[in-house]
């Protein structure tokens, strides 16, 4: 997976606060918000959780990706 594109600090902070939360079923929460925001026709908050989802699943790798400092 390539590295997801991270917005901000709220992205970080939604993807962490579901990982706390919901642990392993985090990106599945993210995915069933996302389904929400896009059956209420919602398409930036669709964006956002998608974008969470795809976070959450980069987080959870046990691969390293890109530098290592």
Same mark, same amino acid.
């Given at each position: 997976m390539d590295s997801p594109y991270i917005s901000g600090r709220a992205a970080l902070a939604d993807a $962490?606060? %579901? %990982?706390?939360?919901?642990?392993d079923n985090a990106g599945l929460e993210a995915a $069933?918000?996302?389904?929400? $925001? *896009?059956d209420a026709g919602n398409v930036l *908050?669709?964006?956002?959780?998608?974008?969470?989802?795809r976070v959450i699943a980069s987080l959870s790798e046990?691969?390293? *990706?890109?530098t290592v400092h």
């Open positions: $962490s606060d %579901l %990982l706390e939360r919901f642990g $069933s918000r996302a389904e929400g $925001s *896009r *908050r669709f964006c956002h959780w998608r974008q969470i989802e046990a691969e390293v *990706r890109g």
